[in-house]
């Protein structure tokens, strides 16, 4: 099995910045991407961005290309999400995701952290 625990959720201003991390535990060799999706009230579960392991490989998507990052530190097995110049349509819960490469596209994650809400006021 694989944890995720998450941080860095919460309010910011429109325009301004937050930065998402995840720390992954337990049985890391389950897993070679990870990722954070969101959720809007009242819309689908979106992929925001993932990155394989060794950060080799990474996908934002279109709403958040030149805005958000997402990066890897491998010595804490850490998953940041940086996320800039924010606006009230970022709203949503963040989650964390890990799973393998494989499946991650076509089956979706095989772990998820609990999530967290992050509000962008306008």
């Known amino acids: 099995q694989v944890q995720l625990v998450e941080s860095g959720g919460g309010l910011v201003h429109a325009g301004g910045s937050l930065r998402l991390s995840c720390r992954a535990s337990g049985s890391l060799y389950l897993i070679n991407i990870k990722g954070w999706y969101r959720q809007a009230p009242g819309k689908q579960r979106e992929l925001v961005a993932d990155i394989t392991k060794g950060g080799t490989s990474t996908y934002h998507q279109d709403g958040v290309k030149g805005r958000f990052l997402i990066w890897e530190d491998q010595a804490t097995d850490t998953v940041y999400l940086q996320m800039n110049n924010m606006k009230h349509e970022d709203t949503a819960i963040y989650s964390c995701?890990?799973?393998?490469?494989?499946?991650?596209?076509?089956?979706?994650?095989?772990?998820w952290g609990e999530g967290m809400q992050v509000t962008v006021s306008s």
């Open positions: 995701a890990a799973g393998l490469g494989s499946r991650w596209y076509r089956e979706g994650p095989d772990y």
